[in-house]
């Protein structure tokens, strides 16, 4: 894994194997270049004068042995318009340029991009940007691969790099890059655990994945399907009938803040593979259905962060864990199962699977006294046709609790986007035998979803996150490989840290001004 640190200094002293400058709209170059030797100064202004690029956004460009300087690559990355670089632009560059540093098979590289002044930024939120890039960027889950790419020389240190070395720069930028690095290590743990497949990642290894994490703060409780039954979660129950695995209940406690101060409770869906159950689904890309526990993933993935950072929280994390699968045992359509709260479910559709396991994970953390409570599921089919794979869907019955997650997810860019939850969707979960059931008709499938798990809520405040669409991604993007992306993560950490006041970055922001 590569080792990301801060340094303070000029260009000209660097000794890595390359160096990344930015190069703005113009084929300006920043601030790091106003003090070059003078051969270097020159041989750069003749090349840009020459050059056929104009520093738009992602073009990437590396001069060898630039005279004056003691790198052997000087990799020149263009940001675009400087007014319109924002720090996810920030974070993909960065992404990018280590991977391409990576293929060159240059072993270390100081990278100078917070140096671009993106937009209505400060240092130390490019700092922070600039380090989650780098360490998501260089993402890989090679697992599987018996023959690793002997042409693969890891890139094995990154040296984040800013101009200013006073005590104080440095200990904000210290901070930053070490805030940075700890969310990115949180989303590529989750990442890692979705990428896992079926057979190796089962309701048991969730479990033992969720205890690894303990540690001076954080506790982990698993209960085996023994646990389970006298617990009386019986709509998780129902959906591991056709499994021949049994079934995790998964409790996490992330102790940062007063032991009475109210948790926020994470739920996570960590059906670790759907199949659909007796309503079958169709062949073409079942296969995906592996990453149906990425919600438990984000979970883990928060949890993880929150230790590294310090976060001064309480946490409950809360994670059901199943396969939905077919059998002679399995649940059917036409059942009707009691779920932990005492309602009554008519099950019309084996694969509706995923609000059956939350309700009794929701109902159950309901009963903890949490502050509040957010949930994340790959939860409908129909949230990737309303948006894709650029937001997550946000539900839930609090308006400043979804207004503090909107604003989380556009500050990270891990998006999610509100649906209404009318009071007259919840008609279409009414069931004339039994209280509710488990599918709502076919519009509004992502809301009725959620109207489906306000039932379990009782009076807290709730949010629901259906990462059904931003959860994996078969394309892969400068920031994430094919495959889990650890949606949500970043979102959730952000929107806690703004909650729990660790902001300590606004006095930066004022000194920023100045310099
Ligand atoms: N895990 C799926 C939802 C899903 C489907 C996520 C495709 C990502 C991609 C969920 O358990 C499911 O099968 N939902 C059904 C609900 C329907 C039967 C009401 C769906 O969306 O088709
Ligand atoms: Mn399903
Ligand atoms: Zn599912």
């Excluded at 896992?196 to 048991?204: D, E, F, I, K, S």
């Excluded at 509040?372 to 599921?377: L, P, Y």
Aim: hydrophobic share 45%; proline share 3%; with cysteine.
């Amino acid at each position: 894994m590569i080792d990301v640190t801060l340094r303070a200094g000029m260009l000209e002293k660097r000794r890595e194997d390359a160096v990344v400058i930015p190069l703005l709209a113009g084929r300006k170059l920043t601030a790091v270049c106003n003090h070059l030797p003078e051969e270097t100064a020159e041989f750069l202004k003749n090349f840009l004068r020459n050059f056929d690029s104009k520093g738009g956004f992602g073009d990437i460009h590396t001069l060898y042995q630039v005279p004056g300087l003691h790198c052997y690559r000087l990799v020149l990355v263009g940001t675009g318009e400087e007014k319109s670089l924002t720090l996810d632009g920030l974070r993909r560059l960065s992404a990018k340029v280590s991977r391409k540093l990576e293929k060159s098979g240059a072993r270390s590289a100081a990278c100078y991009l917070a140096d671009a002044e993106a937009r209505a930024t400060s240092l130390v939120d490019r700092i922070q940007a600039v380090s989650e890039g780098i360490t998501l960027g260089l993402y890989t889950f090679d697992h599987y691969k018996t023959k690793k790419n002997e042409q693969h020389r890891p890139l094995q240190r990154a040296f984040v790099m800013i101009l200013d070395r006073t005590r104080e720069t440095l200990a904000m930028c210290q901070q930053a890059l070490a805030r940075g690095v700890s969310i990115a290590e949180g989303v590529n743990f989750a990442r890692d655990l979705a990428n896992h497949p079926g057979n190796v990642c089962t309701p048991a290894y969730i479990a033992a994945q969720a205890l690894s994490l303990q540690d001076d703060h954080i506790s982990v409780e698993v209960m085996d399907k023994a646990a389970i039954e006298a617990a009386g979660f019986r709509a998780l129950l129902a959906v591991n009938q056709g499994s021949a695995k049994e079934p995790r209940f998964i409790v996490l406690r992330y102790n940062g803040a007063e032991d009475d101060s109210a948790p926020i409770a994470l739920v996570g869906k960590g059906l670790t593979f759907d199949a659909g159950g007796i309503s079958i689904k169709p062949g073409p890309k079942m296969d995906e259905m592996k990453y149906d526990m990425c919600g438990s993933a984000t979970v883990l993935g928060v949890f993880k962060a929150a230790s590294a950072l310090g976060l001064k929280a309480n946490l409950l994390g809360v994670i059901p864990s199943t396969e939905n699968l077919l059998g002679a045992a399995a649940f059917k359509p036409g059942d009707i199962i009691t779920a932990y709260n005492g309602t009554t479910i008519e099950v019309l559709n084996t694969d509706a699977e995923g609000r059956l396991i939350l309700a009794d994970a929701l109902a159950w953390a309901a009963e903890q006294n949490p502050a509040e409570i957010i949930d994340f599921a790959t939860l409908t089919g129909a949230c990737v046709v309303a948006l894709g794979s650029q937001a997550s869907g946000l539900m839930g019955n609090h308006k400043p609790l979804l207004k503090a997650l909107s604003a989380a997810g556009d500050r990270t860019h891990d998006r999610v986007w509100e649906l209404p939850m009318y009071e007259e969707y919840q008609k279409q979960i009414d069931s004339h035998i039994a209280d509710i059931r488990n599918i709502g008709g076919p519009g509004a499938g992502t809301i009725t979803a959620a109207c489906f798990l306000s039932r379990f809520i009782g009076e807290h405040h709730w949010a629901h996150v259906d990462i059904a669409g931003t959860a994996w991604n078969m394309q892969g993007d400068a920031l994430a490989a094919k495959g889990a992306t650890g949606a949500a993560v970043r979102l959730t950490l952000d929107y806690l840290m703004h909650r729990f006041a660790m902001d300590d970055r606004s006095e930066v922001d004022h000194e920023d001004a100045d310099s």
